[in-house]
């Protein structure tokens, strides 16, 4: 606990000591001079711990509802995203919440809105930003993707000469993430998969360490942030951030909705930022390793198996039929671990990643991101949920 309260006083220290920082990507480097600049000048109009952001001050002790807008638009009209503050009567660090960077993940928008609305500015210690749906455009369609099927969570840090994806990440990365001291992404599983609740998180950074510790009995998986993600972007710029994964796409489940905002609002309390003491049952394992179990054959895949399940090599995983034919091919465990994702009951094809394994292992060595072959062999792109 102790550990952890150090790393939050950090935080808010570093808030305000940017020298101590590690250097940030150069597409960030002109905004971060012209706002330290920005802010000497007007400190002595702004109260102590008051926030400047998004053009406007929010002093302590107070609750605002902001709106951001991307600096570049598809079809030439301006669309709000809702950005939520609370800026707490005392000092702390800047902890920032960012939900539906895929516009099909549900289940961060409700952990977002159910932690914010729960927060009182005369009990926080800090401030904490959350932007419950950062890709408005592809949620009001129900999809993962912006209107050009681009996926927003391949071009952070951003530019403001890019693809329409990269401007819109750079007006968010700049106007938003540019305030915090540490940032949780939430996210879900992709094309009807379904995650059991884990921190993805690159166990090599201190900091980072520190931060999967305060979410209490959730499952953390070692896993190096692919280029173009906001973890990875974030990270590079000195914000140490997770992405919690809980769930699957295009539903609302609380049981997973409930652990995320109950995994939240313990690291607010580990981070010094609350009073109110939660505690939360034994800590789960860590896996520094993982591997997907993919389809060998196409047809309607059923599982044998849940999320959360140990199993052994050899278990059985699940059975695919081929509907035209009634031929079944049975998919086993390689190794022995957890199911920690799976796909749901579905029609897959060859090569579809169906059950995702965590393996208990020692610690990597520095240079190994954790994951088998990246998770996925050739598809280096595809993430799968993140």
Partial sequence: MSVLLLIGNALASEAT??????????????????????????????????????????????VERLSWSATELFAGVSIATPVLVVNGNREGPTLCLTAAVHGDELNGIEIVRRVMHNLQPAELSGT???????NLQGF??????????????????????????????????????????ALV??????????????????????????????????????????????RYAASSAGIPTVT??????????????????????????????????????????????????????????????????????????GTITDPMNNASTRLFSPYSGRIIGMARNQVVMPGFAAFHIGIETAKVPADESGEDLNLHDAEQNDRLSE
């Fill in 128 to 134: 904490v930003i959350g932007v419950p749906i950062v």
């Fill in 140 to 181: 009001r369609r129900g999809s993962r993707y912006l209107p050009d099927r681009r996926d927003l969570n391949r071009y952070f840090p951003g530019n403001t000469k890019g693809s329409a994806a990269s401007r819109i990440a750079y007006s968010f990365f700049n106007d938003i993430v540019s305030h915090c001291d």
């Fill in 17 to 62: 000591h940017d020298s101590d920082e590690p250097p940030i990507p150069q597409s960030q480097t002109d905004a971060g001079q012209e706002r330290s600049l920005e802010d000497t000048a007007e400190a002595e109009d702004s109260l102590p711990g008051t926030l400047t952001i998004l053009d406007a001050q929010i002093p302590p002790g107070t």
């Fill in 185 to 230: 992404d939430l996210h879900t599983g992709s094309f009807e998969r379904s995650n059991l609740p884990q921190l993805r998180a690159d166990l090599r950074n201190p900091k980072v360490v520190a931060l999967t510790e305060g979410f209490g009995s959730t499952v953390i998986l070692h896993n190096t942030p692919a280029e173009g993600t906001l």
């Fill in 244 to 317: 919690l994964e809980a769930g699957g796409p295009a539903e609302l489940e609380i049981k997973e909705v409930k652990h995320g905002v109950k995994g939240v609002q313990t690291l607010l309390y580990t981070l010094g930022m609350v009073k109110k003491v939660r505690l939360w049952g034994e800590s789960e394992p860590v896996y520094y390793r993982s591997s997907w179990v993919r389809a060998n054959r196409g047809g309607i895949l059923l599982t044998d198996v849940a999320l959360g399940s140990t199993v052994r090599e050899g278990d059985l995983l």
